[in-house]
């Protein structure tokens, strides 16, 4: 790592070869006897990452949230999400990491910014039998695919099946989430916007009018979105992103306070105190003592 505050290490796939096919399946018991202690310590990936657990057993931490494994947990991982798998080596399953770049363009709008991996309450839920044996047939033919490299059209048939994968199991995802809230297409992609433009700018400040004004909407409208869509507020949102990011910096490096207040857009940082500790329920101090001891 160059930075030597920073704690946490931070993976790639196929860096150092982009003429590669940004796909890869593995057996999830052969990747965690091969991966070992390495797996179990606190990482980041800049690509995404679902993970299929055929059996009951054990845990996995993913943004400080513990979900217990239970058959056929499917847990989506988004990109430079910090997660980490338990110390049990002996897990079953199968394991996707594929990046953007193997989406067309239309299909990472869909696939990637509003729908399951952008679901910081519920990236983890279990499937039921009938869906495990449709996710299963989508598996088998991603494989065959994949050791035919060679064959017409095989990045094609990769792709689809991983899309009808996705789809198939983000109707499980809604079936699962809060049935209050409204599913609108045209909400939903306002909502994504919304969800990544915060990704670029939460540590510049910005206000919930300023987030508005980008998207070409008002204040209120953009509320109106979020409310739907996730039930929270525009300004929850921000909240959270902002908190979320204090809290892998006080856990997973040595920046000072000020430093950290800083990084997440506070000049002050007896401000950036205050707001955390109204959020949390501790001050950013006690936080780190807390989850480093």
Request: proline share 1%; net charge negative.
């Amino acid at each position: 790592m160059k930075d030597s505050n920073i704690k946490i290490e931070k993976y790639h796939l196929h860096k150092a070869h982009p003429e590669k096919l940004q796909f890869e399946v593995y057996d999830l018991n052969e990747y965690r006897q091969k991966s070992g202690e390495k797996a179990a310590v606190a990482h980041s990936h800049s690509y995404y990452q679902i993970i299929w657990f055929f059996e009951d057993g054990g845990e996995h931490v993913v943004d400080f949230k513990t979900y217990a494994i239970k058959k056929n947990t499917i847990l989506f991982i988004p990109k430079d999400h910090i997660h980490a798998f338990d110390h049990n080596l002996d897990v079953k399953g199968w394991l996707i990491h594929f990046n953007e770049s193997f989406f067309m363009h239309n299909d990472v709008d869909v696939f990637l910014k509003y729908n399951i991996f952008n679901s910081q309450e519920n990236p983890c839920y279990v499937i039921d039998k009938e869906t495990a044996i449709t996710a299963s047939s989508y598996m088998d033919l991603i494989r065959k695919e994949l050791s035919q490299r060679d064959m017409f059209g095989y990045e094609d048939i990769v792709r689809f099946s991983l899309k009808s994968l996705l789809i198939n199991l983000e109707r499980i995802h809604r079936i699962e989430g809060d049935t209050s809230l409204q599913f609108n297409n045209h909400y939903e992609l306002q909502f994504a916007k919304y969800k990544e433009l915060i990704e670029e700018n939460y540590e510049k400040g910005l206000s919930v009018s300023e987030y508005a004004e980008l998207l070409n909407v008002s204040s209120k409208t953009l509320t109106t979105i979020t409310k739907n869509v996730v039930g929270k507020s525009a300004s929850q949102l921000i909240s959270e992103r902002i908190i979320l990011e204090a809290k892998r910096l006080l856990r997973f490096t040595a920046l000072q306070i000020g430093e950290i207040a800083f990084k997440v857009g506070f000049e002050d940082a007896s401000y950036f105190v205050k707001f955390f500790k109204r959020h949390v329920g501790n001050s950013p101090g006690g936080y780190r003592n807390e989850v480093t001891h």
